[in-house]
């Protein structure tokens, strides 16, 4: 059984940064691609950065581009996603997300693909 445990979210001022963590209970080199995700409230659930298990694709969405990192510590089986430069806009429940099989490559962004979800942290920016 692959679970994931997500933490690090909170209520953050506007500007302001946060790391959020994602414990996998495998060998985080098992699933192909791990993601983050987010769903704010009334609206779809989306990806915002994707890693692959060689560390060569990664993804951001645009919404967080350039001020977010996502990497790894396969020592500890954990993925971030480190967020600068906080806004408003980021307020939202953001989900880790693992896919250990499928015909797609990383580059497939639904989150149909992905088997195993964390349970959620949530972020909050105030203005």
């Known amino acids: 059984q692959v679970q994931l445990v997500e933490s690090g979210g909170g209520s953050v001022q506007a500007g302001g940064s946060l790391r959020l963590s994602c414990r996998i209970s495998v060998d985080i080199n098992r699933p192909y691609c791990m993601g983050w995700f987010r769903q704010a409230t009334g609206k779809r659930r989306e990806a915002v950065a994707v890693?692959?298990?060689?560390?060569?694709?990664?993804y951001y969405a645009d919404s967080i581009l350039g001020r977010s990192t996502i990497s790894r510590d396969s020592a500890e089986n954990t993925l971030f996603l480190q967020i600068n430069t906080l806004k408003p806009e980021d307020t939202a429940t953001y989900y880790c997300a693992a896919r250990l099989y499928g015909t797609t490559n990383c580059g497939d962004l639904r989150k149909e693909t992905y088997h195993y979800w964390g349970q959620g942290t949530q972020v909050t920016v105030s203005s």
């Open positions: 890693l692959s298990n060689d560390d060569i694709f990664t």
